[in-house]
């Protein structure tokens, strides 16, 4: 047990740990939608532009405490349809990509940057429960952006899909505009997801979509590499 000095003493120490902020918003922008707005993905897509802003802001300022752009999305690809028990569900997974590099250090590989981590659904489940085969997981070598210290790598991982009418629904960022270098650091590669159709025709899957699948049809998430710190000559 802990005596009443122990415990007050804690609660000053949590009191000097976090600075108070006032946060000033638009009602009705982006960040201040209202109660009556949908804002599914807001949480871990959304979110994640604005720590984007604020880094961007601070590089000139304080650069040796900041970290280079990294995934920021949840890379979600989510399947739904029959499960091998008979019932309807919904196979929901999150994909890591690059953390992004520092000042002291090069990004680690395939984590959630700056939300909760999560390990990935392990194979034998997913292919235990669901018409999904795992066919490859493995690091995305060379994604994350050259620097003084480079960039962490994303991942790879693709499914194939063992029963006609499954639907995917993909929500992801960082497709069109790659994870950003700080201090002439290199962009790190950016997300890419690819369905190679049954028949033998590929396409490049946007960052929002829904869509059918066939048994046979092949789905590779490309997660993206983190930003590079400093040049790469240095």
């Known amino acids: 047990m802990r005596t009443r000095r122990q415990l007050l003493k804690g609660a000053a120490d949590i009191q000097h740990c976090y600075r108070p902020l006032t946060i000033a918003t638009r009602p009705g922008s982006i960040l201040d939608p209202g109660i009556d707005r949908p804002v599914v993905g807001g949480n ?113 991982r693709s499914y194939v899909v063992l029963k006609d009418g499954m639907a995917l629904t993909t929500m992801f960022e960082r497709r069109v505009i790659p994870p950003y270098g700080l201090q002439g650091g290199a962009p790190g590669a950016p997300f890419r997801v690819t369905l190679h159709q049954r028949d033998g025709n590929s396409r490049v899957l946007t960052g929002k979509e829904n869509l059918l699948l066939q048994a046979g049809d092949r789905v590779v998430m490309e997660t993206s590499g983190g930003g590079g710190y400093g040049a790469p000559a240095a």
Not at 86 to 95: N, R, S
Not at 106 to 123: A, E, Q, W, Y
Not at 129 to 148: C, K, N, W
């Open 44 to 156: 871990h897509e959304t979110s994640q532009r604005a720590v984007d802003a604020i880094v961007r802001a601070l590089e000139p300022a304080v650069p040796e405490r900041l970290t280079a752009g990294g995934s920021t999305t949840a890379g979600l690809l989510i399947f739904g349809g029959r499960r091998r028990d008979g019932a309807i569900g919904t196979f929901y997974e999150t994909h890591g990509g690059g953390e992004g590099a520092r000042a002291e250090r090069d990004g680690v590989p395939v984590v959630r940057v700056h939300l909760t981590n999560t390990m990935n659904t392990p194979v034998e489940v997913v292919e235990a429960e669901y018409f999904v085969r795992v066919d490859e997981q493995r690091l995305r070598a060379g994604s994350g952006g050259a620097g003084r210290h480079r960039g962490g790598d994303g991942m790879v």
